[in-house]
């Protein structure tokens, strides 16, 4: 299984930004989707996970300005984020999680499969 993630960059603060992240090979549709981030010095935090029915949750960081979708006939899974900030710099994984009961773990240890991740920069 491999993840791919596409759409980072340079984005000024209040901006919007929307990453994607394609899984080729045979993974499960009914693996729990999950967005991380690491910025500098760091660790690594969920920012969004997806159940396969479509049941999301949030760090309290970016609740109310992130939204997580899949679309598990592609096997894709979307992470879209407005009024970015500076804050928000980090690099994005994607990450893929055979999880028990569909619950979605913030712990990125429990992620089976990892995109290379994307480079987020947001300029103040």
């Known amino acids: 299984v491999q993840l791919v993630e596409s759409g980072g960059g340079l984005v000024q603060a209040g901006g919007s930004l929307r990453l994607s992240c394609a899984a080729s090979g045979s993974l499960p549709s009914d693996y729990v989707m999950g967005w991380f981030r690491q910025g500098p010095g760091k660790q690594r935090e969920l920012v969004a996970g997806?159940?396969?029915?479509?049941?999301?949750t949030y760090a309290d960081s970016v609740k109310d300005r992130a939204t997580i979708s899949r679309d598990n006939s592609k096997n894709t899974v979307t992470l879209q984020m407005r009024s970015l900030k500076p804050e928000d710099t980090a690099v994005y994984y994607c990450a893929a999680d055979n999880a028990p009961f569909d619950f979605i773990s913030t712990m990125h240890e429990t992620y089976d499969f990892w995109g290379q991740g994307t480079q987020v920069t947001v300029s103040s």
């Open positions: 997806v159940t396969s029915d479509g049941r999301a």
